[in-house]
């Protein structure tokens, strides 16, 4: 069979509460994701691999491009969330500290900066920090479902974080940034801790 498969959610969907709700990450994982997937699978006559696809979208058509982009996108994303553990602060690793202080100065700079970006995106989209071929580390941000592999397939995502209204909105409303701030809370850090080893 030639189609696009959701990967399993990590955890349950009440498990990042009381920062993330249940009812948000059923409706984002079964409505959105798996409505991209659904979508994908309908316009796409044959399996190309989702990297090589999102690696070369500029050939395909914009619907092809926003459900590919929200497949991909999702399918990193929670990965990159984790359980929420109230007896943790949820510090990120030393590998990763270390290159968010060279990168940003400090993690709340990182943090901050995050924020800035998530803001600054008008209507939907992602922010994204990436590491670039020459082996530092910024963060950009893409407006829909694009991502930052669409534009330069050289450089490796660390971490990415879901601003459309959809990811908040049931629970925080228009507080973007209240949603920001609390998601540190289950930012899962294994992920760009392991990305970073990878690429030492
Ligand atoms: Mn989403």
Redesign the pocket.
């Given at each position: 069979m030639n189609i696009y498969l959701p990967i399993e959610l990590p955890y349950s969907y009440s498990a990042l509460e009381p920062y993330i709700d249940k009812k948000t990450m059923y409706v984002?994982f079964n409505e959105?994701y798996l409505g991209y997937i659904k979508k994908l699978n309908s316009l796409l006559p044959a399996r190309v691999p989702i990297q090589s696809l999102i690696k070369n979208i500029d050939k395909y058509s914009v619907d092809i491009r926003n459900n590919a982009g929200g497949y991909f996108n999702?399918s990193l994303?929670w990965q990159m969330l984790t359980p929420f553990n109230p007896f943790s602060s949820n510090e990120p690793p030393l590998l990763v500290k270390n290159i968010i202080i060279r990168d940003f100065g400090s993690v709340y700079n990182f943090k901050q900066q995050i924020l800035e970006k998530a803001k600054k995106r008008f209507g939907s989209g992602w922010v994204w920090w990436i590491l670039r071929p020459t082996g530092d580390t910024i963060i950009i941000e893409t407006p829909y479902q694009d991502n930052p592999l669409m534009k330069n397939p050289n450089i490796k995502i660390l971490l990415g974080i879901?601003v459309?209204e959809?990811?908040y909105y049931l629970q925080y409303q228009a507080k973007r940034e209240t949603y920001i701030n609390n998601i540190w809370n289950v930012i899962n850090w294994n992920y760009p801790n392991r990305v970073l080893l990878e690429n030492k």
């Amino acid at each position: 069979m030639n189609i696009y498969l959701p990967i399993e959610l990590p955890y349950s969907y009440s498990a990042l509460e009381p920062y993330i709700d249940k009812k948000t990450m059923y409706v984002h994982f079964n409505e959105h994701y798996l409505g991209y997937i659904k979508k994908l699978n309908s316009l796409l006559p044959a399996r190309v691999p989702i990297q090589s696809l999102i690696k070369n979208i500029d050939k395909y058509s914009v619907d092809i491009r926003n459900n590919a982009g929200g497949y991909f996108n999702h399918s990193l994303f929670w990965q990159m969330l984790t359980p929420f553990n109230p007896f943790s602060s949820n510090e990120p690793p030393l590998l990763v500290k270390n290159i968010i202080i060279r990168d940003f100065g400090s993690v709340y700079n990182f943090k901050q900066q995050i924020l800035e970006k998530a803001k600054k995106r008008f209507g939907s989209g992602w922010v994204w920090w990436i590491l670039r071929p020459t082996g530092d580390t910024i963060i950009i941000e893409t407006p829909y479902q694009d991502n930052p592999l669409m534009k330069n397939p050289n450089i490796k995502i660390l971490l990415g974080i879901d601003v459309w209204e959809h990811a908040y909105y049931l629970q925080y409303q228009a507080k973007r940034e209240t949603y920001i701030n609390n998601i540190w809370n289950v930012i899962n850090w294994n992920y760009p801790n392991r990305v970073l080893l990878e690429n030492k």
